[in-house]
């Protein structure tokens, strides 16, 4: 047997794995099916700290994989962690094990499309921003999926939107480009497979009443174009106006993508220019606000407590005019919002209760709760105030930081769907 492992001080508990079994032997304890329609054997199995996820394939599959997983990591690019790549296992015909990381608060697409269980809002109508967001990601950085479906992402909440994660990789192909045609038939490939589960989960009973699996799926291959033409056609501006550069570049910020530089190439008729943005990667206001505080989060999250931040750092300010003080510098004020506001609130939830909702995405819903609190009540509410409230709210929600059985399904113990 060759077990090759990333981090492996991370990972202990591998070695409490029965290697020489077929997956579908094991018996541990918190072994669980994992949601969901699969060509292989897949299992989830729990830890206090950490789950994982393990599919049994065929050797060459699973170092491929394995490998184009390490890669897409490490190109930015939403994807689950690589923990192990298991081969030459002699009891199992030549089949060995890939093993990735659970991603935590993740939500499978029945969830999501059901139109209930999960009420912290119902996201159903988000899902198709977030795999067309997807889709225009990896293409940017040159990856073909050539599988792209529903059943090989997962969705995290990020305030109030959806994004989507890329977990099955045994079709992908990396380049330095993609041509047209690639893309192309990459998106068709996702229009066909998104159809076909719509039109499963709508045969089973299960599809929310509003959504036409066609229509949905053909609205893939329309927001692909506008999202994917929006960033990467060049604009032209006349010579000394620098507002269109500007509103673009707005533009391509409040999509959450960055510009790392801009090609200015004159025109024919010397009175205008073309200006070609070179878009490198989705994250603009998740790596502002790690720049600033630390935090990670997703790109909305990130947005939402940069609006959080400013608010503060706008008090920061008006006290120091009041007092006769210095300026605070916008990044001392971000300190201080995290000192002061963010930890200390965090501070306050029951640590059971993150089992619901990870940090960032608390914070978000919080901030919500305060608002609409205060125009219930007529007033300015404090943010303590409207947690006390709040967790009162969240003590009722599932759990989703691991999702073992589909909210609005019927399910087995062992988290398998059942449809009746």
Not at 112 to 125: C, K, N, Q, T, V
Not at 370 to 381: F, I, K, S, T, W
């Amino acid at each position: 047997m060759r077990l090759q492992v990333t981090n492996p001080d991370e990972h202990e508990h591998l070695i409490e794995f029965p290697f020489d079994q077929r997956l579908a032997d094991w018996d541990l304890p918190n072994l669980h099916r994992v949601l969901g329609i699969h060509r292989h054997e897949v299992k989830l199995i729990e830890f206090d700290r950490v789950s994982y996820v393990i599919k049994e394939l065929p050797d060459r599959l699973v170092l491929r994989e394995y490998e184009l997983l390490r890669e897409v990591d490490d190109l930015g690019l939403p994807t689950v962690d690589a923990v192990a790549a298991v081969t030459q296992r002699e009891t199992t015909d030549g089949d060995g094990l890939l093993i990735t990381r659970h991603l935590d608060y993740s939500l499978p697409y029945r969830s999501l499309l059901m139109g209930r269980g999960l009420e912290i809002p119902y996201l159903g109508e988000r899902l198709l921003d977030a795999m067309v967001a997807l889709l225009v990601r990896i293409h940017l950085a040159g990856i073909f999926w050539g599988d792209c479906s529903l059943n090989n992402t997962l969705f995290r909440r990020d305030a109030g939107a959806l994004q989507a994660y890329i977990i099955d990789l045994e079709t992908a192909e990396q380049h330095e480009s993609l041509s047209t045609g690639q893309r192309e038939l990459d998106v068709m490939i996702a229009r066909d497979n998104m159809a076909g589960g719509l039109l499963d989960l709508q045969a089973s009973g299960r599809l929310t009443a509003h959504i036409d699996p066609i229509d949905a799926a053909n609205t893939v291959v329309e927001q692909y174009e506008a999202l994917w033409n929006e960033i990467t056609t060049p604009i032209d501006a006349a010579i000394g106006d620098a507002d269109p550069i500007r509103q673009h570049l707005d533009r391509l910020h409040s999509l959450g993508f960055a510009v790392d530089e801009i090609e200015v190439i004159s025109n024919p008729d010397g009175r205008s220019v073309r200006i070609i943005p070179k878009v490198v990667e989705h994250g603009y206001h998740a790596e502002r606000l790690a720049s600033l505080t630390g935090l990670q989060a997703g790109d909305n999250q990130a947005r939402r407590m940069l609006q959080d931040i400013k608010s503060f750092h706008a008090d920061q300010q008006a006290q120091a005019v009041e007092s006769g003080g210095r300026q605070v510098p916008f990044n001392v004020s971000a300190v201080r919002w995290l000192d002061r506001v963010f930890e200390p609130t965090m501070a306050q939830v029951p640590p059971e209760l993150f089992e619901r909702l990870e940090a960032a995405e608390l914070f978000h819903h919080l901030l919500d709760h305060r608002y609409y609190m205060g125009e219930r009540l007529g007033r300015p509410v404090k943010l303590a105030e409207a947690l006390e409230d709040y967790l009162e709210h969240l003590r009722a929600a599932p759990a989703e930081r691991v999702l073992l059985t589909d909210a609005a399904a019927v399910g087995d113990p062992t988290g398998e769907i059942t449809f009746d």
